[in-house]
């Protein structure tokens, strides 16, 4: 309970800078998106990578690969091993999510000048991402070597989570509002362009990440089939 209100509390704060960014920093949606699919790619590749080093069985998964012990490969004592089962059982799964997140991050990235560089704000919520879920691979799969009693989708949970987050988004919090803004500003010829409409958007959905990263995918809190 305690790690899971942790996480809550993380999600919170981390969500509550990308609200102070839009209003601080005046980020556009196009910079809001790229932070969300910045996040989308850091989450899936840090635990795919984790996916490698757990020796346990895919439940469901017959063949000589999953019926014998593993044959760990440890190139350096700095990591621990990797399992070739687990290369092509992780390596399918992310080209899946190497192409989708490439089909929707890259017109979204032609829109985005980066020849002049990051804004120092935006490179600041992308390393705020980048250590919250460190700190999630680290309290999940690492503090006392965990990953040894992990299987490679308990990792791919993790890594698929975005997807079940996204889904709740389109449906409970941006078609109800859009409904709800877009009747409004028919009837009284408001602008829909400010940024006081996207934080009708913003705040329920960080609200609704919060609780999705305080989730833990391994339970029945999260239903996730990646087999």
């Not at 699919?37 to 346990?56: C, D, G, H, K, R």
């Not at 069985?57 to 593993?70: C, F, H, M, N, R």
């Amino acid at each position: 309970m305690l790690r899971e209100s942790r996480d809550f509390v993380s999600g919170c704060i981390l969500n509550l800078a990308l609200i102070l960014g839009v209003v601080a920093f005046e980020w556009s949606l196009v910079e809001i998106a790229f932070i969300y699919l910045i996040e989308i790619a850091i989450i899936s590749f840090l635990f795919l990578s984790v996916a490698l080093f757990t020796p346990q069985t895919v439940d469901g998964l017959d063949g000589d690969l999953w019926d014998e012990e593993p044959t760990p490969i440890q190139p350096t004592a700095l990591i621990p091993p990797v399992y070739w089962r687990n290369i092509k059982f992780v390596l399918r799964r992310a080209i899946f999510a190497a192409f989708l997140i490439g089909i929707v991050i890259r017109p979204v990235v032609s829109d985005y000048d980066l020849d002049s560089g990051l804004p120092l704000s935006v490179g600041l919520a992308i390393a705020g991402i980048v250590l919250f879920q460190l700190t999630r691979v680290w309290r999940y799969f690492i503090a006392d070597r965990s990953y040894r009693d992990r299987s490679p989708t308990d990792a791919i949970d993790f890594a698929f989570t975005p997807v079940v987050e996204l889904y709740l988004m389109l449906l409970y919090v941006v078609a109800p509002i859009t409904i709800v803004i877009g009747s409004i500003a028919i009837a009284m010829n408001i602008n829909l362009d400010s940024r006081g409409v996207w934080l009708l958007y913003l705040v329920p959905m960080g609200a609704v990440r919060a609780w999705i990263g305080s989730l833990d995918p391994q339970t029945d809190d999260v239903e996730i089939s990646v087999r």
